[in-house]
């Protein structure tokens, strides 16, 4: 949950890494953004991660604890990067 009220979530249980890899919703609970594993990754990315990453159930894309600087959440990654999502936009790095 960041200062001003806006609440990230992961995955589904027992699912992750699938179609609701990453949800934010604003400050009275509305989803405002999901993104699935194909759109936070490119193709190449996602094909390493179904390689290196993926059980029979799911996809383990996250590692370590996710986190603020400021507006921007960090989500550390298994591909030993960090996606960064500050508003609308997401950043790769």
Known sequence: I???GI???FDDWY???HDHALIKY???GR???EWPLTEIFNTE???KL???HQTK?????RIYIPYFIGTQFIIPHSLNDYVVVSGEKMDFY
């Open 50 to 52: 179904l390689q290196e």
């Open 45 to 47: 990315q996602y094909e």
């Open 2 to 4: 960041s200062d001003d």
């Open 31 to 33: 989803r405002i953004r």
């Open 7 to 9: 609440i990230f979530t």
């Open 26 to 28: 604003d400050i009275d």
């Open 15 to 17: 699912h992750m890494g």
């Open 57 to 61: 159930s799911s996809i383990g894309w």
